[in-house]
Antibody, heavy 119, light 110 residues
Framework: QITLKESGPPLVKPTQTLTLTCTFS??????????VGWIRQPPGKALEWLAL???????RYSPSLKSRLTITKDTSKNQVVLTMTNMDPVDTATYYC???????????WGQGTMVTVSS | QSALTQPASVSGSPGQSITISCTGT?????????VSWYQQHPGKAPKLMIY???KWPSGVSNRFSGSKSGNTASLTISGLQAEDEADYYC??????????FGGGTKLTVL
């Protein structure tokens, strides 16, 4: 059974760097074709894809946020970490991590973690 | 990379069928058969309903079906049920191995 869980600070100040951790079980990020992604959703708004990391350490980022995002993995800990620099109130959102299946769809999602950006 | 275009809202009565469109470009929907659809109930994480345009994940009702023509993908829900009331999002693989979501559609079951 695949599960994922996001963790991170519920509140960050503007200009700070956000670090979120996705801890997963039921699969290994060292297995071929496996990938984990991050998606966010501002309150009352649409989903927005942020980043994806593959089993071979290939990484993909949203073009509009690429300069601010870094995604990494720790295979031994079954974790994926997303950092976002220069946080702004518009980045207030629920941040989800999700398991990507072969057809580039996210079949299993974490419960999400709400992050508020405010001074 | 702009968000895919979905109608803000659709509605239907129990038992009826509805279709939600998802319009992209030749850089995403039009070039790849990698469109997925997600259902999201309030306060919950999204749930995968359709992948690769028209395939069902295990456990998803076949009342949900997907299709694509040109730059537009569609999700059809037949035999509407009260539990289908939710937000629905499309997502497409896009150039440069990126992904793009739609703006979401709120489905109301009358």
């Amino acid at each position: 059974q695949i599960t994922l869980k996001e963790s991170g600070p519920p509140l960050v100040k503007p200009t700070q760097t956000l670090t979120l951790t996705c801890t997963f079980s039921g699969f290994s990020l060292s297995t071929s074709e496996v990938a984990v992604g991050w998606i966010r959703q501002p309150p009352g708004k649409a989903l927005e894809w942020l980043a994806l990391i593959y089993w071979d350490d290939d990484k993909r980022y949203s073009p509009s946020l690429k300069s601010r995002l870094t995604i990494t993995k720790d295979t031994s800990k079954n974790q994926v970490v997303l950092t976002m620099t220069n946080m702004d109130p518009v980045d207030t959102a629920t941040y989800y991590c999700a398991h990507r299946q072969l057809a580039d769809a996210f079949d299993i999602w974490g419960q999400g973690t709400m992050v508020t950006v405010s001074s | 990379q702009s968000a895919l275009t979905q109608p803000a809202s659709v509605s239907g009565s129990p038992g009826q069928s509805i279709t939600i469109s998802c319009t992209g470009t030749s850089s995403d929907v039009g070039s790849y058969n990698l469109v997925s659809w997600y259902q999201q109930h309030p306060g919950k994480a999204p749930k995968l309903m359709i992948y690769e345009v028209s395939k069902w994940p295990s456990g998803v009702s076949n009342r949900f079906s997907g299709s694509k023509s040109g730059n537009t993908a569609s999700l059809t829900i037949s035999g509407l049920q009260a539990e289908d009331e939710a937000d629905y999002y499309c997502c497409s693989y896009a150039d440069s191995s990126t992904l793009v979501f739609g703006g979401g559609t709120k489905l109301t079951v009358l």
